[in-house]
């Protein structure tokens, strides 16, 4: 069990771990990309730069008409410069720069506009991989429309992006990698009170309910956590308490009559001859008549907790029931007053519920017990009340427990097993509604309310 639960930590610790080293690569990659794109162009930024500062300086000198064939002072010593006319015939040239290259690999761009471009190094005379860039402008001189072509060499921002690069690909996953060290123990920590208690609700076994499990101070997640299944123990632990006493109670009330049979057949067996036996057969099938109808009660509140598992559908007439089953009864004590009120229920349970409360209304009425079936708001009141004796306030609760019989009851012997009340109460509670006893100066009332359909 423990090493299930810690192969369940571990995965989701995994998980976690990965997605956020996934994340945390892509933010990387991604930063890195946008890093290297903006040294590129930061580079020709300053490249640009330097090539319009030369452009300007040579079509300065072509509009005043101080151009020589050979540029000996353009500004910039590490330049490459042509000028050329609008019929593409070389005027002017750098020093150094073979007559065979060509510097308009691009169409000139209008009178007064400037226009650049990267190319490949062989375009312009160079060699290897190595790209220029090229920036033009034509101008206006009193020669005609010329256009100043300057060239530079982008090794050097190149080789500046290539070393970023290389960096970012050794970079990038020490850095994913220790994100992921860090994350996993992070993870790892932030999980450890988890694992704590779930060693806790391990080690609670059905004999210690008691135990809760301590909360976490340092975060309110893990505190709300820890209440809920404190909630859930708290519980369950209730459920276990009211099972212990549920079947001692139940023992109880089958041994009486068990006891008294098994009494009456010894007593018999014992003296045959003196023995009445249609009388002692009597005596015993009282007992075992008590013991059918404590076992049927039993199985009547074993179904009606499992019939709230699973919802109603039919839709019943709460006081049309009421008064089928009140014509049942041949009591002249019982009055019966009922309305039309719709509700939806399972109808066994339904007449469990009314029969119930009936059966206990005749059984304790002296004179008169009164039925009536109303509707305030949107529910439906069952009321059903006798003039027998008053329940003590203090019992009014207590009654609907298992079991519970008070003093006036246990004295008149009236044969019930003491379940009546508490199977009338689940049916209530089962429909989504309840079951409650009024305080009385004289008799009892009960009433019964369900949610109308």
Excluded at 295 to 307: F, I, K, N, P, W
Aim: negative net charge; glycine residues 6%.
């Amino acid at each position: 069990m423990m090493a299930s639960g810690r192969a369940r930590t571990m995965s989701l610790r995994l998980r976690v771990t990965a997605v956020a080293m996934v994340v945390v690569a892509v933010t990387l990659v991604a930063t890195g990309f946008l890093v290297a794109r903006w040294l590129r162009s930061s580079l020709l930024d300053d490249a640009d730069q330097q090539l319009s500062t030369q452009v300007a300086f040579v079509a300065e000198l072509a509009q005043h008409g101080e151009l020589s064939p050979t540029l000996t002072a353009t500004g910039i010593d590490t330049g490459q410069v042509q000028v050329i006319t609008d019929q593409h015939v070389v005027v002017a040239v750098s020093p150094g720069l073979a007559a065979t290259v060509r510097l308009d690999v691009f169409p000139a761009p209008p009178a007064g506009a400037q226009a650049a471009a990267t190319v490949p190094g062989p375009v312009v005379g160079g060699s290897g991989s190595t790209h220029y860039r090229v920036v033009a402008r034509t101008v206006d001189t009193p020669a005609g429309t010329l256009t100043v072509y300057a060239a530079s060499s982008l090794r050097a921002a190149e080789k500046s992006v290539a070393a970023l690069v290389a960096g970012l690909w050794v970079g990038l996953p020490l850095l994913t990698l220790l994100a992921a060290v860090g994350i996993w123990l992070v993870v790892g920590r932030s999980l450890s009170p988890v694992e704590r208690m779930r060693r806790e609700v391990a080690a609670i076994s059905g004999s210690r309910l008691d135990e809760r499990i301590s909360a976490h101070a340092r975060a309110a997640e893990l505190d709300r956590l820890a209440a809920t299944m404190n909630g859930l123990l708290e519980r369950v632990d209730h459920a276990a308490t009211a099972r212990r006493q549920f079947l001692a109670d139940a023992s109880h009330e089958l041994r009486s009559p068990l006891a008294s049979a098994r009494t009456q057949l010894e007593v018999a067996l014992a003296y045959p001859d003196r023995t009445d036996w249609p009388a002692a057969a009597r005596e015993v099938l009282v007992d075992v008549s008590r013991l059918q109808l404590l076992a049927g009660e039993l199985l009547d509140l074993a179904r009606v907790d499992g019939a709230g598992r699973s919802p109603f559908t039919a839709r019943l007439d709460l006081g049309a029931l009421v008064a089928d089953e009140l014509a049942r009864y041949n009591d002249e004590r019982l009055s019966v007053v009922v309305t039309e009120a719709w509700v939806v229920a399972d109808a066994a349970l339904l007449v469990r519920l009314v029969r119930n409360l009936v059966d206990n209304a005749v059984r304790h009425a002296r004179l008169r017990a009164q039925v009536s079936v109303t509707i305030e708001g949107d529910m439906a009141h069952l009321r059903v009340s006798n003039d027998g004796e008053p329940i003590p306030e203090q019992d009014l609760a207590r009654i609907f427990e298992p079991f519970t019989r008070l003093d006036e009851a246990r004295a008149n012997d009236d044969g019930g097993a003491g379940l009546g009340l508490s199977i009338a109460r689940s049916v209530a509670e089962v429909h989504g509604g309840t079951l409650l006893a009024e305080p009385c100066a004289e008799g009892a009332t009960f009433v019964a309310t369900l949610p109308l359909a």
